[in-house]
Structure formats: C-alpha cells, structure tokens
C-alpha cells in the first residue's frame, strides 16, 4: 500500500513503464529480510530513492514539453503572437477586476466610524419619483 503511494510520485507514464519492476524488485527484497531493523532500512531506502528520482523524471518531463512547445510556437508565429495577446488581454482585464473588487467591495472605506454614515432621502411624493436626493436648502432645514 504505502509503495503504490510512493509510485504516486512519478509521472504517469514513467510509472506505467517502470511501476510493475519497481513493485517486483522491492518485493523480491522485502521476502529476503526479516530483521524489522534492516525492514525499516529497507523502507527508508526506498523512500529516499523515490524522491530523488521521481524530481528528475518530473523535470525531464517538463523540459520535453517546453522543448516541445517552443518548437510548435515557432512554426505558426501568427498564432503565437494572437495567443500571447488574448493571454495578456485575459490576464489585464481579470487584474483590473479584481483590483476594483479589492478596492470597492473588500477594503472598508477611509472614513471614521464608516459603519455611522447615512444616506439621506427625500421622501415628497413627486410624480414618477419616490425618493430623491434633497436640495441643500431641504438638506439645512
């Protein structure tokens, strides 16, 4: 069980390539020991050497797909160039959004007290609208 969570750590397709041996040497090993000692030993040793090489398979992996990509975005520079543009519209117009949510919405405002301020309305029936801001006079009086 914990060494198919340790196979976890490798890519996929290194693990359908080599997960099988991996599972039937470490297998083959923990038959020929009984010592919990050198169990233990064994365990951390593999554990160790899953980390150390699951990283780099992960790294070459994503080096390929760099390599991969820089190769396609060269052969169609009219797509590159359009894709680079949406991207960096897409990532302006979400920055400006949520920048004015942060600033509107989120942020309490720069007054004193801003839990104290009031909105005051006049309420004389005028036709066609309920309520209205009220004229300075109306506002002193």
Known sequence: MLLRLLLLLYPASF???YGAEIARVFAAR???ISNPFAIL???LETIADTVTTA???HWDILRQDVAYTIRCLRRAPGFTITALLVAALGIGATT???TLTDHVLLRPLPFPEADRLVKIWDDHARKGYPRLEPSPANYRD
């Open 41 to 43: 030993a064994l365990w």
């Open 55 to 57: 990283i780099p398979a």
């Open 15 to 17: 693990r359908a390539e």
């Open 30 to 32: 923990r038959r020929e």
């Open 96 to 98: 400006a959004a949520f």
